[in-house]
């Protein structure tokens, strides 16, 4: 998964759910708001991570199965309704047309091959399953390369065009975003960096960005922090 190997994910296990946009209320709901009002009998999550989705779909919709890379990550999840494997996105361990539901959310810019990832999705998925999907972005296309720059962490952040391609199999598009107001660029470094050294860069590049991204991020500052919108987009499909 570009390089982030195993250890780098169980250091991200104990801190995962302290990063504020992993439990976000109001974005889970949002995000979840895009289902249909139907049932499901096989739910299916791939990077199901410590389960934080997950719980919230136990509550609406019933049991289900998750898939994740990390070991650690999935050890946190303690819910008799959720069942998660280890495993990779790449080569889901299930048979054709096995699930009605499968979700994904903030997985694709640590994953090797999304295109691949697509496609075992949507192999997994009966006829008129559905996909609900999720992801940060950039605030616009046109400074996809300045974002990638930001994060700094040899991560590709797909923008707006590259997520249509990649989900050019699947039918009946719905699309929505969701803005996440006024993130703590400290709280995801603290929670997801190590490095005291990339922190300060990253932090830097920040600071010095372009005008245009601070306007388009509604960048704020302050002594001890940077503030940001981060933009996720949120689409369901069907097979």
Known sequence: MKNY????????????NKTNWVKNEAFIDAFLGMLPQQDFKQIFEVGIGTGVVAEKITEKLGPLTGIDISKEMIAKI??????????DAHD???GDSYFDLIYMRNVIHYIDNPQMVFSEIHRCL???????FSQVIPPDDSISEEYDWLVGRNIHYPNQGEINELLSQFTDLKMDAFILENQSIMNWLNNTCNDEKKKQEIIKRHRETS???KFLANLKTADDDILVDIKHIMILGSK
């Open 211 to 213: 005008e245009k991204y």
């Open 92 to 94: 889901l361990p299930f």
């Open 126 to 132: 009966i006829n008129g399953g559905y996909f609900l």
């Open 5 to 16: 190997e195993e250890q780098y994910w169980a250091e991200r296990a104990g801190k995962y």
């Open 78 to 87: 303690n819910h008799p309704q959720i069942s998660a494997i280890v495993g």
